[in-house]
């Protein structure tokens, strides 16, 4: 684990085996079991957390009991529902597994002190949240350009590893199409 943590931050910034360990130190090794949920709608999400292995995805439900995926989570990466733990106010989106999956746990309360003692972490915390912004943009810039079908080979050709790992119907709620859709889709290629 501390290994993982180590080669991550050392991708944004040289981190000794020192501030490596003392950031360590602030996490929370967890697993979930797959459709395992790390936080529910209506809860608090006091956490965020880093995926060592495993997958997990961030949807909602919406009045008509739908389910709309907005991402994905996979190793190394970091997921949590923004919103809800910045404004500590409940959360309007389910996270959950989709395999068995570990991640660390990094609260709000460790986060901040973790920036205090190590201060190249807000850097590191910086760098992936711009990556974060750069993600959004481009999905929402490929669902106003796009046809469902440039989606659906976008999506197969940048993010190869999900086709694999995800079922279709979620794949489909991810890119806003039906499953049948992505079905004959598929069975064109």
């Known amino acids: 684990m501390k290994n993982q943590i180590h080669s991550y931050l050392n991708r944004y910034a040289s981190f000794s085996n020192e501030e490596t360990n003392a950031f ?13 949920f790390l936080l529910n709608e ?24 739908h389910e709309n995926i907005i991402h994905f989570g996979i190793e190394h990466w970091w ?4 919103e809800s733990f ?3 106010k409940p959360s309007l989106v389910y996270i959950q597994a989709l395999e068995d999956t570990t991640v660390l746990t990094l609260s709000k309360e460790n986060l901040e002190k973790a920036y205090m003692n190590i201060p190249k972490l ?12 750069i993600a959004i943009e481009r999905k ?23 086709v694999q790992r995800v079922p279709q119907y979620m794949i ?10 992505l079905s004959e889709l598929r069975k064109k290629k």
Request: hydrophobic share 35%; with cysteine; net charge neutral.
């Open 24 to 36: 360590f130190s602030y996490l929370s090794p967890k697993t979930f079991l797959k459709k395992d």
């Open 42 to 65: 209506g809860d608090v999400c006091k956490h965020k957390f880093f995926i060592l292995d495993g997958l997990v995805r961030l949807f909602n439900i919406d009045s008509k009991g």
């Open 79 to 82: 997921t949590t529902n923004w």
């Open 86 to 88: 910045i404004t500590e």
């Open 122 to 133: 807000e850097r590191v915390f910086r760098i992936t949240t711009e990556n974060m912004l």
């Open 140 to 162: 929402n810039e490929f669902y106003i350009k796009m046809s469902s079908k440039e989606r659906y080979e976008f999506f197969v050709k940048e993010l190869p590893s999900f």
């Open 172 to 181: 489909a709620s991810y890119l806003d199409i039906t499953p049948e859709y």
